[in-house]
């Protein structure tokens, strides 16, 4: 299959540390120019010969309805109907559309969730202090290699494309479903929020071991040769805990950052596009403003986050010195992250890299929320052309 080849062909490639510049910079090109090659052969091949299931007699009966396979007269479905969002998807499709659409908004936008990570660094290396986020791009680039923004791009792809499938497919199934019992025949602002809360438990709980090794990656002066030498060393001197030390944390992000981003695009949607269509622009820019604003909103809970991420050395030190001899070897809960936080950096601590977070969350979710009712459309629209060819050979 092709995840399983993705993950053999990943564990042969190396990455190095941040010591030796020129030989990150070429090992991370190797990784990513494999990386864009694998992702474009099964996109392909995605697009090209798989085929998404209605999977109940009742869906088939939207798609027909939708499609007009009832009348003679709505051959032309796929011209006047064109814009149409497809109401029969199938949760195959819907699983396909959002993986496609995580792997691609996690990698496009990662160059600004590296300087995001750094600049959420509460003690950084003198050499590791910027003023905003394109200088921090220009010096990473100039001072650690072009590739170095992109250490750690594979892990995140890999995370990505499962959790996406699941944060997608449980979302549409959940809002249809607690809509229909919250506010039978139209949108509730109710029934997205809490749906969007669902999806996020199952997405985090994929996506967080990934999380853990992707910041630590990104950290300057990585001590980690590779992905897999950063799973080693963290399994062997943390333990498995170590790869969900910040769960509730993330949930604790995540959970009202998705409430607020998802009840805040479909509210858009409601002004800027109220039959729901297929209709690109909209989809953008909701998105982007969702994204942007629930950035803003939950950016204290992701610079507590990356704390207990990364466990900064230097931040480490401080809580130590601080508290003696009883002092923590490690930064665990979020309370003694916010404690850590505050003592560090006082209340403007709180908002470290909420730039960079706004920036990376703007496009990230307009990208997101495009790609996946690209896909989405494009994929069941394929299936009610299939069928209506079917249809026609079987009458003749």
């Known amino acids: 299959m092709e995840i399983d080849g993705f993950l053999r062909r990943r564990r042969m490639t190396a990455e190095t540390t941040g010591g030796d510049p020129g030989v990150a910079g070429a090992s991370a090109g190797a990784e990513v120019r494999w990386l864009g090659g694998r992702f474009w052969g099964v996109s392909e091949s995605i697009v090209g010969s798989l085929t998404p299931r209605i999977s109940s007699e009742a869906e088939v009966q939207t798609v027909d309805l939708i499609c007009g396979a009832q009348d003679a007269e709505t051959e032309d479905c796929g011209t006047d109907e064109y814009e149409g969002l497809p109401q029969g998807a199938s949760t195959s499709t819907h699983m396909l559309a959002g993986a496609v659409a995580g792997i691609m908004e996690h990698c496009l936008m990662f160059p600004i969730d590296c300087v995001k990570t750094r ?216 309370a003694h992250a916010f404690q850590t936080v505050y003592r560090l950096g006082g209340l403007k601590g709180f908002f470290k890299g909420v730039q960079a977070r706004v920036i990376y969350q703007m496009p990230s979710t307009a990208i997101s929320w495009s790609v996946y009712e690209f896909f989405k459309y494009g994929l069941t629209k394929r299936q009610h052309d299939k069928r209506r060819i079917h249809h026609k050979e079987a009458e003749m």
């Open 119 to 334: 600049m959420q660094s509460l003690q950084p290396d003198p050499a590791a202090r910027y003023r905003n986020v394109m200088d921090a791009l220009r010096r990473i680039v100039t001072t650690e290699g072009v590739w170095r923004p992109l250490r750690g791009l594979s892990v995140t792809a890999i995370g990505a494309g499962p959790a996406h499938a699941l944060y997608f497919a449980s979302y549409e199934k959940l809002k249809r479903t607690l809509s229909d019992v919250i506010h039978p025949g139209a949108n509730s602002h109710l029934a997205n929020g809490a749906a969007g809360c669902v999806a996020t438990l199952l997405h985090d709980a994929v996506m967080n071991p990934a999380e853990v090794v992707k910041q630590r990656m990104q950290m300057y002066n990585s001590p980690y040769r590779s992905v897999l030498d950063c799973v080693r060393a963290v399994w062997q001197k943390e333990g498995a805990a170590a790869f969900y030390r910040s769960y509730t944390t993330q949930l604790t992000m995540n959970v009202p950052f998705q409430a607020l981003h998802f009840m805040t695009y479909e509210y858009l949607q409601e002004l800027l596009n109220p039959h729901r269509q297929y209709n690109p622009s909209s989809h953008m820019f909701s998105g982007a403003l969702a994204g942007a604003i629930a950035a803003a909103a939950t950016t204290p809970l992701d610079v507590c986050k990356t704390l207990l991420n990364t466990q900064e050395s230097l931040a480490l030190t401080s809580s130590c010195s601080s508290q003696g001899q009883g002092a923590h070897r490690h930064i665990s809960g979020l």
